[in-house]
């Protein structure tokens, strides 16, 4: 591929995911709101954005294969700050992406979008939304946006439900890890799959 963007690029998996990725593209561009994100690897380029600001974003997607959307307010905040961010961020990568002609969107969500279900459910992935705080209404939101979009408009996308990727201190934490090799291992699938529609 020519060109991926990576959102979120200075948050913890987006920071893991930024050398992987170089190796699946000529150039990726690598986004988020703070001014510097360090030292950039061979084919990485780095612009400041804002995701609740289209005509920020907008300008980053253009000529994108594909987008990791990786970037949001990743802890439970009001509905007022997750708003610009989570929602309204989401709507403006999507609808961006479909003006730029994007392949497929890969996004970050989480086991918040179905929290609220009971932990003796033994819940697939085709369970139904029950978010548990406004940041999983934000990924519930995603996703569907996700299925609109494709249904209406032919974007593809995959939505990663991630339970917890971060260093294991606990045994409750263990059952629901994602290392970060498997992390990197599951987005270049979500990449490299030929046709996902979506998933």
Known sequence: MKKLVLTGAA??????????LTALCDNLVSTDIVDDIGTLYAGETY???DLAQMDQIA???EGADMVLHFGAIVDEKPFEELLGPNFVGSYNIWEAGYQAGVKRIVYASSIHAVGMHLKSDFIGIDAEHRPDTFYGLAKC???????M???KRGLESVHLRIL???QVNN???LGSWLS?????????RAIDTPSVGFA
Request: aromatic content about 12%; glycine content about 8%; charged content about 25%.
């Open 47 to 49: 612009v400041k954005a």
């Open 180 to 188: 970060y090799p498997d992390l990197i291992h599951l987005v270049t």
């Open 141 to 147: 939101f995603t996703e569907d946006l996700g299925r």
């Open 11 to 20: 948050g913890r998996l987006g920071s893991y995911l930024r050398e992987p």
């Open 149 to 151: 979009y494709w249904e």
């Open 164 to 166: 917890s990727c971060a």
């Open 171 to 173: 045994t409750r934490a």
């Open 59 to 61: 300008p980053v997607v």
